[in-house]
């Protein structure tokens, strides 16, 4: 498995987490954080607790999915060879020289020969 699958795979986990905890806030006061403590901020993991919790996940999950898709990015040019073709020195791009072919002039040849 390459490097650039495993963090393929690793993107799509952190982005499903990433939807499941923001489909469960609720911006309103509603939501897990208002089922846990209902409605009472005195309990012990009450409304405030997971509140805190789900918002710190999510920053955490953003923070994740972007330094994933970071460092996906490095790993795409190493698959092949890491040297652009369109840069390559060592090759020539212009045609090269050709020489014209002497001229086959036999019948000059043959008169001077004879003459």
Do not use: H, R, Y
């Amino acid at each position: 498995m390459s490097a650039f699958t495993i963090f393929l795979i690793l993107i799509v986990i952190v982005a499903f987490l990433l939807v499941v905890v923001i489909m469960v806030q609720n911006p309103k006061g509603g939501g897990l954080s208002s089922s846990f403590g209902g409605g009472s901020t005195q309990q012990m993991g009450g409304v405030q607790k997971t509140g805190d919790f789900l918002d710190k996940s999510t920053w955490f999950l953003a923070t994740a999915l972007i330094v994933l898709i970071l460092a996906s990015n490095l790993t795409i040019g190493s698959g092949g060879s890491t040297e652009s073709k369109a840069l390559d020195t060592n090759e020539s791009t212009e045609m090269p020289i050709s020489t014209p072919a002497p001229a086959n002039n036999s019948a000059t040849t043959n008169d001077s020969i004879g003459g």
